[in-house]
């Protein structure tokens, strides 16, 4: 299969522990997105990547939150200090990149399931 | 990006049509209409995009009015399979990059 994967699936964690995830994008996609979706509500942007450049931040991506994408390709999510708010659905998405037009199609993994105790 | 308003829940029964609507009517002339699901427990998934014409792919089909201020996702055929949260979402051009603005969607249940 040749989608977007997620590492770990579920991660329970005690607060206070620092938690790391991991995406591996489609390959040959130089964009790569995080969302962060809780119970009820759609997905919402965290940060975005163009190849290893860290392009974008939401203000949802608190200081306790690092990602990075070292060589353009897999990326990682580190929450440090976790707590219980942190607790949620984190998503991984990545596109090729385009240039004008209706703008890149997003495919999203299946997400890491974080629970924070 | 646009705001977009769509029902909370919809039912449908398998084998019929699911005709699933969204308002957009602060829609700018050059922003395309997207439409994801998302079904449980699973990473949303793209469905199909437009900007004025109807537009069909194989798995479903939308049409925009011709104000643009609203849109129908079709799905001809709901299967089981098609119970889902539906996002219909509201996108500029890519000037660089464009994230996905999510609202709560519509949950489609499909019935036997």
């Known amino acids: 299969d040749t989608g977007v994967s997620q590492d770990p699936r579920h991660k329970i964690t005690k607060r206070g522990q620092n938690v790391t995830f991991r995406c591996d994008p489609i390959?040959?996609?130089?964009?790569l997105y995080w969302y962060r979706q809780t119970l009820g509500q759609g997905p919402e942007f965290l940060t975005y990547f163009q190849n290893e450049a860290q392009l974008e931040k939401s203000r949802l991506l608190s200081d306790r939150f690092s990602a990075e994408r070292p060589k353009g390709s897999f990326s990682t999510l580190e929450i440090q200090r976790t707590e219980q708010g942190d607790s949620a659905m984190y998503l991984c998405a990545s596109s090729p990149r385009t240039s004008g037009g209706p703008g890149d199609t997003q495919y999203f993994g299946p997400g890491t399931r974080l629970t924070v105790l | 990006d646009a705001k977009t308003t769509q029902p909370p829940s919809m039912d449908c029964a398998e084998g019929r049509a699911a005709n699933l609507p969204c308002n957009h009517s602060t829609i700018s002339g050059n922003e395309y209409v997207y439409w994801y699901r998302q079904i449980h427990s699973q990473g949303p998934q793209y469905i199909i995009h437009g900007l004025k014409n109807n537009e069909t792919n194989e798995m479903a089909s939308l049409i925009i009015t011709e104000d643009r201020k609203s849109s129908t996702l079709i799905l001809p055929h709901a299967t089981l399979r098609d119970t889902a949260v539906y996002y219909c979402?509201?996108?500029?051009?890519?000037?660089?990059?464009?994230?996905?603005?999510f609202g709560k969607g519509t949950m489609l249940l499909v019935s036997p």
């Open positions: 390959s040959e996609h130089n964009r």
């Open positions: 979402i509201v996108r500029a051009p890519d000037s660089g990059y464009s994230t996905l603005t």
